[in-house]
């Protein structure tokens, strides 16, 4: 598995995008979910944690998108930072969020390039590029505006 | 009627301005200045021969797992009781007067939900001489990113 290191950004070369380094992490029933099975999608991923404001208030765009794009190959996968899945069920419930939720590992931020702070997103074209990178919270028209972009390529 | 209705939504929208401030204000008004103590503050005092400061963690295990202060001892997230319960046992046998760093930095100084609740419990155990470190933005772009000294691991 590779390492990120510098933000990447969409306007990047094929060749100078990074693969997202692959994961298998435990979803919230347990299940492994693999990156690498998601390929061919747009994907967002998204490390957060119940405990983070600006996270939860990115929640419901989340929703949103997939819900408007999934149809059209956008796959949202929620990597949770909190030590322990115990308040993360009832959050999802409650946000009622429609995409996979994988507890994450100090490994998978490392892997990510450290995610020392949260929220970190990164969204991925169809070939499991990293394209962009976003700290802190962002706009949800920014997303929108890169997912679309992302999804007229076949 | 409608001048009540004009009355109402403005009474509404200011409620909200006055709401949305208020999150934006959060921990940053609400500990004091004088408590708060700087990166670069901090780094030129571990980097002198003065007296060290006991450094506690207070926020996520997972990004303590992936870097923190070298010396810095994890205590748990002083959000929760759980938290709160272990920053008192660990801090119940030291003298008032111990020179203690807290720190967090899992999101932006407005939004961190543990270093004010451990810097009121610190103060409310008669501790005198408890400084918050301020963390901007998160302490991969405040602390790692600036190249100050890290550790890694439990």
Redo the contacts between chains.
């Keep these: 598995m590779g390492r990120i290191g510098a933000p990447h950004n969409a306007a990047a070369s094929s060749k100078q995008k990074p693969l997202a380094p692959d994961f298998t992490l435990p979803q919230l029933d347990g299940q492994p979910l693999s990156l690498s099975s998601y390929r061919g999608k747009v994907v967002l991923l998204d490390f957060w944690?119940t405990?983070?404001?600006?996270c939860r208030e990115e929640t419901p765009h989340f929703v949103e998108l997939q819900q408007k794009y999934g149809d059209r190959g956008l796959q949202i996968i929620g990597i949770s930072?909190?030590?322990s899945p115990d308040p993360v069920r009832p959050f999802t419930q409650q946000f009622h969020v429609n995409y996979p939720v994988v507890m994450?590992?100090?490994k998978t931020?490392?892997e990510y390039g450290?995610?020392?702070?949260?929220p970190i997103a990164f969204l991925t074209d169809r070939d499991g590029r990293i394209v962009a990178k976003h700290?802190?919270a962002t706009d949800a028209a920014v997303f929108e505006r890169e997912i679309t972009g992302l999804l007229q390529t076949q | 009627m409608k001048m009540g209705a004009v009355i109402t939504r403005i009474v509404l929208i200011l409620a909200a301005i006055s709401f949305i401030s208020m999150q934006a204000v959060g921990q940053w008004s609400s500990i004091p200045p004088g408590r708060l103590i700087n990166p670069e503050d901090l780094v030129k005092i571990l980097q002198s021969g003065k007296e060290k400061p006991l450094l506690l963690q207070v926020g996520s295990h997972i990004l303590y797992a992936q870097a923190h202060i070298p010396g810095s001892e994890y205590i748990g997230a002083a959000q929760t009781d759980t938290g709160l319960q272990q920053l008192r046992k660990h801090v119940d046998s030291l003298p008032r007067t111990k020179f203690i760093v807290l720190y967090c930095g899992c999101c932006p100084w407005s939004h961190c939900p543990n270093v004010k609740p451990a810097d009121d419990a610190m103060h409310a155990m008669g501790f005198t001489n408890v400084k918050v470190l301020y963390i901007a933005n998160n302490f991969g772009t405040d602390w790692v990113d600036k190249g100050y000294p890290i550790a890694k691991g439990e």
Excluded at chain 1, 51 to 54: K, M, S
Excluded at chain 1, 114 to 118: D, E, I, K, S, T
């Design positions: 944690a405990w983070c404001v600006p930072m909190d030590d994450g590992t100090a931020g490392e450290g995610v020392l702070g949260l700290i802190g």
